[in-house]
């Protein structure tokens, strides 16, 4: 590989995380582009995500306000961002970053409606957990009379609703959209833990590429002491959940 281009690093680290679950070979061509040229927001961006789905949330943060500097802009930073935010625990400004996405009008703004209502959730906040679910399906298309009556619901219900129409809608496009990993996530928040497990045993399989990011993710909260789902993070090789022997 010609040691002069960033851009060849960067592109096999992509590769090696997320096709290969390498995580050892990965970290390394990361910090090998940023080396080269570290005034590429991307490099910062990916390197955050793939620093957060290990579990060092810290190391992550550092590149993601990098990647912001750069490119306040950015899609893939300032939905990161967010992600990170909600991975450590830390919602309010987990909140404050899915607001921005909005202001700034990224593209598909239902991935900005489901932060905001993964992460009310998480505080409790039902009520507008269940507004910004009902916004994820008038952009998906739902009928205006369909949600209006929802809205009539109490939040906990319209909540019902909503992840019976989300999973639905997952199921009808899973092996299409290798989504397995949004089933199971389903699943493990509605409480059907054995079936999330199932699920997530599936994209597991079909390494689905989105299951580098279990550890961190509070939809699969319920499973994390389950030993099946201990075993599936370790075949994805997610650091935080290796034997450090």
Same mark, same amino acid.
């Given at each position: 590989?010609?040691?002069?281009?960033?851009?060849?690093?960067?592109?096999?680290?992509?590769?090696?995380?997320?096709?290969?679950?390498?995580?050892?070979?990965?970290?390394?061509?990361?910090?090998?582009?940023?080396?080269?040229?570290?005034?590429?927001?991307?490099?910062?961006?990916?390197?955050?995500?793939?620093?957060?789905?290990?579990?060092?949330?810290?190391?992550?943060?550092?590149?993601?306000?990098?990647?912001?500097?750069?490119?306040?802009?950015?899609?893939?930073?300032?939905?990161?961002?967010?992600?990170?935010?909600?991975?450590?625990?830390?919602?309010?400004? +987990? %909140?404050?970053?899915?607001?921005?996405? *909005?202001?700034?009008? $990224? /593209?598909?703004? @239902?991935?900005?409606? #489901?932060?905001?209502?993964?992460?009310?959730?998480?505080?409790?906040?039902?009520?507008?957990?269940?507004?910004?679910?009902?916004?994820?399906?008038?952009?998906?298309?739902?009928?205006?009379?369909?949600?209006?009556?929802?809205?009539?619901?109490?939040?906990?219900?319209?909540?019902?609703?909503?992840?019976?129409?989300?999973?639905?809608?997952?199921?009808?496009?899973?092996?299409?959209?290798?989504?397995?990993?949004?089933?199971? +996530? %389903?699943?493990?928040?509605?409480?059907? *833990?054995?079936?999330? $497990? /199932?699920?997530? @045993?599936?994209?597991? #399989?079909?390494?689905?590429?989105?299951?580098?990011?279990?550890?961190?993710?509070?939809?699969?909260?319920?499973?994390?002491?389950?030993?099946?789902?201990?075993?599936?993070?370790?075949?994805?090789?997610?650091?935080?959940?290796?034997?450090?022997?």
């Amino acid at each position: 590989m010609d040691d002069r281009s960033a851009d060849a690093y960067y592109q096999r680290a992509l590769k090696l995380i997320f096709h290969d679950w390498n995580w050892a070979d990965a970290d390394r061509d990361f910090r090998t582009a940023i080396r080269i040229d570290p005034g590429q927001a991307k490099y910062h961006e990916m390197y955050a995500a793939y620093l957060r789905a290990a579990g060092d949330y810290q190391s992550a943060l550092v590149e993601a306000e990098l990647g912001l500097e750069l490119d306040p802009l950015s899609e893939l930073v300032n939905r990161d961002m967010s992600w990170l935010f909600i991975a450590m625990g830390n919602f309010e400004r +987990a %909140i404050e970053h899915c607001e921005r996405g *909005l202001r700034i009008e $990224l /593209d598909h703004p @239902e991935i900005d409606h #489901n932060c905001l209502m993964l992460t009310h959730r998480e505080l409790g906040n039902i009520e507008n957990a269940a507004g910004h679910a009902r916004e994820i399906m008038r952009i998906k298309g739902v009928a205006k009379q369909e949600i209006a009556e929802l809205s009539a619901l109490d939040p906990k219900f319209q909540m019902e609703a909503f992840w019976q129409w989300k999973l639905a809608s997952e199921q009808a496009h899973a092996e299409a959209n290798q989504n397995h990993f949004q089933i199971a +996530a %389903i699943l493990s928040v509605t409480g059907h *833990l054995g079936e999330a $497990l /199932d699920a997530l @045993e599936t994209a597991l #399989n079909k390494h689905e590429f989105a299951m580098i990011f279990i550890g961190g993710d509070p939809q699969f909260k319920p499973l994390r002491g389950d030993p099946r789902f201990l075993a599936i993070a370790r075949k994805v090789g997610i650091p935080a959940f290796m034997d450090p022997s």
